[in-house]
C-alpha cells in the first residue's frame, strides 16, 4: 500500500507560479507510475502530467509548457512546479501513484488562481 501526502496548493494571481509536492510512503523506485490530476468544480478529475518509472513523461495540452513533473528519488517526493498560472487552472491537485496494478490517491490540495 502507498500512502500519498501533497502540500503546497494555495491562492496565487495569475501569471504567479506554485510548487506542489507530493511525498510517497515508500520509495518511488518501486512506483510503476506517479502522476498529477486535478478536479475543479462540477468537473471529473483529469490528467496533468504524468511520470512512468521508465519512459517519457506526459502533459495534459493545456498545461505544456508551463508545468513540469520531477522527482526527488532520495526524497521520494514528487513534484509539480506549475508557472503562468491562469484562472481556469482553479482545482483540487490529487498525486497519483499506481503500484503493483493498483492506483493511490492522495488527500489533494487546492490551487486557486485569481485573476
Known amino acids: 500500500q502507498v500512502q500519498l501526502v501533497e502540500s503546497g496548493g494555495g491562492l496565487v494571481q495569475a501569471g504567479g507560479s506554485l510548487r506542489l509536492s507530493c511525498a510517497a510512503s515508500?520509495?518511488?523506485?518501486?512506483?510503476?507510475?506517479m502522476g498529477w490530476y486535478r478536479q475543479a468544480p462540477g468537473k471529473q478529475r483529469d490528467l496533468v502530467a504524468r511520470m512512468p518509472r521508465s519512459g517519457s513523461t506526459n502533459y495534459a495540452d493545456s498545461v505544456k509548457g508551463r508545468f513540469t513533473i520531477s522527482r526527488d528519488n532520495a526524497k521520494n517526493t514528487v513534484y509539480l512546479q506549475m508557472n503562468s498560472l491562469q484562472p481556469e487552472d482553479t482545482a483540487v491537485y490529487y498525486c497519483?501513484?499506481?503500484?503493483?496494478?493498483?492506483?493511490?490517491w492522495g488527500q489533494g490540495t487546492q490551487v486557486t488562481v485569481s485573476s
Open positions: 497519483n501513484a499506481i503500484y503493483r496494478g493498483n492506483d493511490y
Open positions: 515508500l520509495s518511488i523506485f518501486s512506483i510503476n507510475v
